[in-house]
């Protein structure tokens, strides 16, 4: 177990006050770390059973407190960003914190703002809500890494009942795909087998299946997969894929893609890797997103652009206006429940709009790294915690 000593503060400050603390899991030592970098305090609760005291516990809570000033919630500055993002990252990946958010009412709360409930029925209705107000949707069942061919089989179950669902009920929408949760760790064979499936089912529902990007150690071969269920006779335009503007090597990928007519969500990307394979500095990033959108625009192929950055989004249109781009030849792509004003902003000035909306228990993995993408959305829960 690793041990942290106590380290005090005077006042709140914004400086670090950490007590005495055992953890089983060193991915938590390192968020204290990271925390300490960034003078955020970090208050760290653990509830210890009478049997095994010193060796067995849960972890019930962690606080993270942003500092505070006579106006409410401060944002942190920009220098804290990177490390705040790396901390969320780390625990997103920490599995005490994931079992007691995902079996808890108050994780259940926080989430519900990004994540539209746990069933099939609860996005349904969400999809419908949102092509109330003039805006697609993307239909997402959390999950990833599974376990067995089985768990396999039932997560492409529940994507096949989505596109009945949306070909009855005519919904505007389409479906977001995962393929580790298709089964790709277990049997790539296997992951092809289940997406083949889902492909041919979005053609006779007349809709479109897009595989998800997951971390840099799958983006060849989800591109590679991507390439080979294009090809299929009758999937060409009806299978895409989503492309991380924070990666290296996206510009050589998009080049490949268009020259197959693939589909391509842009998106800044949400994994942390290392700054051999992606842009360390944001700066680097946003740059590197616009080169890339205006690759794509002029392509003549139907892209999405995935930003709720105001400054990407300007770039966007500015840049469609000067190349006579019509706004229905692309689209914006945003997540639900994130920049609800500017989703409605941008329908009517005339822009397509495509919300992702994600439902499933297994929620906790990509609600961090949605805080992870966008760290001011902490502030956004703080403020909103506690209103109806």
Same mark, same amino acid.
């Given at each position: 177990?690793?041990?942290?000593?106590?380290?005090?503060?005077?006042? +709140?400050?914004?400086?670090?006050?950490?007590?005495?603390?055992?953890?089983?899991?060193? %991915?938590?030592?390192?968020?204290?770390?990271?925390?300490?970098?960034?003078?955020?305090?970090?208050?760290?609760?653990?509830?210890?059973?009478?049997?095994?005291?010193?060796?067995?516990?849960?972890?019930?809570?962690?606080?993270?407190?942003?500092?505070?000033?006579?106006?409410?919630?401060?944002?942190?500055?920009?220098?804290?960003?990177?490390?705040?993002?790396?901390?969320?990252?780390?625990? %997103?990946?920490?599995?005490?914190?994931?079992?007691?958010?995902?079996?808890?009412?108050?994780?259940?709360?926080?989430?519900?703002?990004?994540?539209?409930?746990?069933?099939?029925?609860?996005?349904?209705?969400?999809?419908?809500?949102?092509?109330?107000?003039?805006?697609?949707?993307?239909?997402?069942?959390?999950?990833?890494?599974?376990?067995?061919?089985?768990?396999?089989?039932?997560?492409?179950?529940?994507?096949?009942?989505?596109?009945?669902?949306?070909?009855?009920?005519?919904?505007?929408?389409?479906?977001?795909?995962?393929?580790?949760?298709?089964?790709?760790?277990?049997?790539?064979?296997?992951?092809?087998?289940?997406?083949?499936?889902?492909?041919?089912?979005?053609?006779?529902?007349?809709?479109?299946?897009?595989?998800?990007?997951?971390?840099?150690?799958?983006?060849?071969?989800?591109?590679?997969?991507?390439?080979?269920?294009?090809?299929?006779?009758?999937?060409?335009?009806?299978?895409?894929?989503?492309?991380?503007?924070?990666? !290296?090597?996206?510009?050589?990928?998009?080049?490949?893609?268009?020259?197959?007519?693939?589909?391509?969500?842009? /998106?800044?990307?949400?994994?942390?890797?290392?700054?051999?394979?992606?842009?360390?500095?944001?700066?680097?990033?946003?740059?590197?997103?616009?080169?890339?959108?205006?690759?794509?625009?002029?392509?003549?192929?139907?892209?999405?652009?995935?930003?709720?950055?105001?400054?990407?989004?300007?770039?966007? /249109?500015?840049?469609?206006?000067?190349?006579?781009?019509?706004?229905?030849?692309?689209?914006?792509?945003?997540?639900?429940?994130? !920049?609800?004003?500017?989703?409605?902003?941008?329908?009517?000035?005339?822009?397509?709009?495509?919300?992702?909306?994600?439902?499933?228990?297994? +929620?906790?993995?990509?609600?961090?790294?949605?805080?992870?993408?966008?760290?001011?959305?902490?502030?956004?829960?703080?403020?909103?915690?506690?209103?109806?």
């Amino acid at each position: 177990m690793l041990q942290t000593a106590r380290t005090s503060s005077r006042g +709140w400050d914004g400086d670090v006050g950490i007590g005495q603390v055992k953890y089983k899991d060193s %991915s938590l030592a390192q968020v204290v770390e990271g925390l300490s970098a960034t003078r955020i305090r970090a208050l760290i609760y653990h509830n210890f059973p009478k049997q095994a005291q010193a060796v067995h516990y849960s972890l019930y809570s962690l606080h993270i407190k942003i500092r505070k000033t006579t106006k409410g919630f401060s944002r942190p500055p920009n220098s804290f960003m990177p490390i705040l993002r790396s901390v969320l990252i780390a625990l %997103s990946r920490n599995s005490s914190l994931r079992h007691f958010a995902e079996d808890s009412t108050l994780g259940g709360r926080m989430s519900s703002r990004f994540v539209a409930g746990t069933s099939v029925e609860h996005v349904l209705t969400a999809a419908a809500a949102v092509n109330s107000h003039g805006m697609a949707t993307t239909l997402d069942s959390l999950g990833e890494n599974v376990h067995s061919p089985e768990e396999a089989q039932q997560a492409a179950d529940v994507y096949h009942r989505l596109l009945d669902a949306i070909e009855q009920r005519r919904l505007d929408a389409n479906v977001s795909v995962k393929l580790t949760q298709m089964g790709m760790d277990l049997d790539p064979g296997l992951a092809q087998t289940m997406v083949t499936g889902l492909v041919e089912h979005a053609v006779a529902a007349n809709t479109f299946v897009r595989i998800d990007m997951e971390g840099s150690d799958y983006t060849q071969a989800t591109i590679d997969v991507v390439s080979r269920l294009h090809a299929m006779q009758g999937n060409r335009g009806r299978v895409g894929v989503v492309i991380q503007a924070y990666l !290296r090597r996206s510009a050589a990928d998009i080049d490949r893609l268009l020259a197959e007519g693939i589909r391509i969500r842009l /998106c800044k990307g949400a994994y942390q890797e290392p700054a051999n394979l992606a842009f360390p500095d944001k700066a680097e990033v946003d740059a590197n997103f616009i080169r890339l959108m205006q690759v794509l625009l002029p392509s003549g192929v139907y892209h999405g652009i995935a930003t709720h950055d105001e400054k990407m989004i300007e770039a966007t /249109c500015r840049f469609a206006r000067e190349r006579g781009i019509q706004p229905d030849q692309f689209e914006f792509q945003m997540l639900y429940g994130v !920049r609800r004003d500017l989703q409605k902003s941008l329908v009517a000035a005339g822009y397509r709009m495509r919300v992702y909306i994600p439902f499933g228990t297994e +929620w906790y993995p990509y609600f961090m790294r949605r805080l992870a993408e966008r760290p001011a959305n902490l502030l956004f829960i703080a403020r909103n915690f506690f209103r109806k």
